[in-house]
């Protein structure tokens, strides 16, 4: 991934400048290729990067280039919310990956919004979904750069889900992993509760496109005193010094076993005995698990992958609020992203966790209670475990690994001795990873233009390749893994993205199959 020149004084909140530019592609002129894709936020920084620097080329080297409610920098890019579009005039060797002529203007719009399973049910029962809506409307204001950052662009263009993305695969979307309970969302009442059928999977093209890595996050309380529980400091890293909590080697990270996690997150713990020492001044604080809510693919990953569940009759069902017995729990909605009252992430988790700080101070952790927070993002799990940290308790939840921690105050930990990473995981001694999904109704498809299915078919094989995973930024590259059938030749040979990035192992699109060695 290139360089830009994000002339932003802080990415995240897309402060519009003085000067504004008009973008080069006219998105609903008659030779535009429109393309509307839904689902998975934990992925969105590689489909942007396959889009921007796939197909368009990169916009450092192609002016055309107009980034709407995104931007990008040497670390990796930053979202201003769930809507998104990238439009281009798309570069001869762009063109030619997605099947088009050079210069033909494309706008790729995408919807994080409710996350993976709206990238399944959406897609399938062909349901009108928001995007954002470009300029000229009045609130969509630009930066002066080379990449035409476009900030605050609402999101109210309505048009049908053309394809979708998932961490894990449409048939896993079942029960407790179906977004049917959202209290502030009718859209998404008809989901069925028992997910789609065999016979409406089979009318979904489904193609398995990257390896998604997962991880048990802990705040850095947690981290510390898992640390010191297990001895750490005794150890010494690679290089042969001693191990601290500021270490980054593998042997300095603290482990949680299965079993420890399955107990956790199936709400059966009322301390911290599990983690942390008999004598630690936190063992009968409050219990904080941070958790997606329903319907997200990192959540139906987590219970797939830590307590079985959607895979076979005997799995552990993962803790929901309904078993919080803190102050204040409530069901969150996962399309407002409030509490059913309508408070946000934030005043909720205070309203859990001790209450509100009074300036720079937080109040103390609740003792002998439990909080399951379900938050709608992974910024909003981050949020949990940063609330307990600074009431100077403890929290765990489900962060994926493209995610790193940067100034917030959590850690991945290891899972049963294994660190989160990429080359963990396709050497096949990490299997808290599963095969993420480009789908859509072959119906619908069958019914789009000629040139947008050519880009949805360029778009799949391109996000595949070990060459577009190599162009993210060094923390997204973390977090995906090439599929065995990406890349020719034995697992370890090829290329140098090759190597970085080929797996040797697989679940063959299934997500309760255990990961094997097929190179």
């Known amino acids: 991934m290139k360089l830009h020149r994000i002339a932003l004084a802080a990415a995240a909140t897309f402060v519009a400048a003085a000067s504004h530019a008009a973008p080069a592609v006219n998105i609903d002129g008659a030779s535009t290729v429109k393309v509307f894709l839904t689902g998975a936020s934990a992925l969105r920084a590689t489909i942007a990067g396959v889009v921007l620097n796939d197909v368009c080329g990169g916009s450092a080297a192609n002016s055309s280039t107009t980034l709407y409610n995104l931007a990008e920098s040497g670390s990796g890019f ?51 979904r928001s995007f954002v809506q470009p300029v000229p409307l009045a609130g969509c204001t630009s930066t002066t750069t080379v990449d035409r950052v476009y900030g ?12 979708g993305i998932s961490d894990v695969e449409p048939g896993l979307f079942k029960e407790a992993n179906v977004p049917n309970n959202d209290p502030l969302d009718t859209e998404d009442d008809t989901y069925p509760t028992g997910g789609l059928t065999g016979g409406q999977i089979a009318l979904l093209k489904v193609t398995p496109v ?15 005193a ?40 199936q709400g059966s713990e009322g301390n911290w005995k599990l983690l942390v020492g008999s004598a630690d001044a936190n063992l009968d604080s409050q219990v904080n698990i941070c958790r997606r809510v329903n319907g997200s693919g990192t959540q139906a990953a987590a219970n797939a992958g830590l307590l079985g569940f959607g895979c076979n009759a005997a799995a552990l069902s993962p803790a929901d609020y309904t078993f919080s ?27 859990n966790m001790g209450g509100a700080p009074v300036g720079s101070v937080f109040p103390a952790m609740p003792a002998g209670t439990t909080f399951v927070f379900e938050g709608p993002g992974t910024g909003d799990v981050v949020t949990c475990l940063n609330r307990a940290n600074n009431g100077g308790g403890y929290a765990i939840g489900h962060v994926s690994k493209e995610n790193a921690p940067g100034s917030n105050l959590w850690k991945h930990a290891r899972l049963e001795g294994a660190a989160p990473s990429r080359d963990n995981l ?21 019914a789009l233009t000629a040139q947008q299915k050519s880009f949805i078919t360029g778009f799949i094989a391109e996000a595949k390749k070990p060459d577009s995973l190599a162009k993210l930024s060094s923390a997204n590259q973390q977090g995906v893994a090439a599929l065995p059938s990406a890349y020719a030749g034995a697992f370890g040979t090829g290329t140098a993205n090759e190597i970085a990035f080929g797996s040797r192992v697989t679940r063959a699109g299934n997500s309760c199959t255990p990961f094997t060695a097929v190179k």
């Open 325 to 351: 017995s803190s102050d204040a729990p409530e069901a969150v909605s996962q399309k407002t992203a409030t509490t059913e009252s309508g408070l946000t992430m934030a005043q909720y988790a205070n309203a």
């Open 226 to 265: 898992m640390f010191a529980k297990q001895n750490l400091a005794a150890k010494k890293d690679a290089a042969g010094a001693a191990c601290t909590t500021a270490s980054t080697d593998e042997t300095c990270t603290p482990s949680i076993g299965y079993a420890e996690a399955r107990s956790l997150f």
């Open 152 to 163: 605050g662009c609402p999101a109210t263009r309505t048009a049908k889900a053309m394809f």
């Open 210 to 224: 990257v390896q998604t890595v997962f991880g048990v996050a802990v705040n850095n309380n947690l981290y510390t």
């Open 426 to 446: 396709k050497a096949g001694r990490y299997d808290y990873a599963f095969e993420s999904t480009v789908q859509y109704l072959t119906t619908a498809f069958n």
């Open 78 to 128: 930053t979202f201003g919310g769930n809507f998104w579009a990238i439009t281009c005039n798309v570069t001869a060797a762009g063109g030619a990956k997605v099947g088009l002529a050079a210069n033909t203007p494309v706008a790729f719009f995408k919807s994080d919004n409710g996350g993976s399973a709206q990238g399944v049910f959406p897609v399938f029962f062909q349901d009108d």
